[in-house]
């Protein structure tokens, strides 16, 4: 039995949270309150890590805030003209080092972006649970970043995340507004095996 939500359909049944959850561009001009915003940090703090190292490092702003035009304009051009929309900005780094326990020195982190990557969807999951969507992006200066938002020596910028409520798409230039629609995805024969990798 498949699970159906948002216009997708999954080939196996699995919460609707996974397939409700998409990267709008078109937000409403809805405020968030810092209260939400820490529900979805909150729910990305508990994200799994290796040897728990939660390796994880965020900041935010909300827009209206005296923060606000520092982060939006640390994204680039295309990315800017959508998200000034958004209701937060969340910036997400991560830390190539860990302590492993019992150790006495840092040791280089294979798993540090995996491990971002899980506190970015844990935050992305929470926020459909409050109504709102989040919409991670990569196109950003990040060495402008790093500086600007003092991140501590060693970390890697990895994203930034754009949230808020869905708006209607008619708000976006023409050329976006027919991509704006939850996106599907590659038969799970395509991406999983028993026994080996499948072909790229």
């Known amino acids: 039995m498949s699970t159906n939500a948002n216009s997708r359909a999954a ?21 968030i309150s810092e209260s939400e915003l820490l529900t ?11 040897y728990n190292s939660q390796p994880w490092r965020f900041a935010y702003a909300r827009r209206g805030t005296g923060h606000w ?15 000034k929309n958004a209701a937060a900005l969340v910036f ?32 992305a999951l929470q926020a459909v649970r409050l109504g709102l969507q989040a919409h991670a992006m990569v196109g950003v200066d990040f060495a402008k970043a790093a500086e600007v938002l003092g991140l501590p020596a ?14 209607d798409k008619s708000q ?5 507004q027919a991509r704006e629609q939850p996106s599907p995805r590659r038969t799970l024969a395509e991406i999983a095996a028993e026994g080996r990798f499948t072909a790229a």
Do not use: C
Not at 94 to 113: C, E, F, I, Q, T
């Open 40 to 50: 979805l940090l909150e729910a990305a703090r508990w994200a799994p890590s290796s």
């Open 172 to 176: 976006l230039p023409e050329g976006l």
């Open 11 to 31: 080939a196996h049944p699995i919460d609707p949270l996974f397939l409700e959850r998409w990267s709008p561009r078109a937000f409403l001009d809805q405020p």
């Open 154 to 167: 060693g970390y890697r910028v990895e994203a930034a995340i754009a949230i808020g409520k869905p708006g």
């Open 92 to 123: 997400v780094a991560s830390n190539p080092l860990m302590r492993p326990p019992g150790a006495d020195k840092d040791v280089p982190s294979y798993s540090h972006s995996f491990d971002a990557g899980a506190a970015w969807a844990s935050l």
């Open 69 to 83: 035009p520092t982060f939006l304009g640390l994204l680039n051009e295309f990315n800017q003209s959508w998200a």
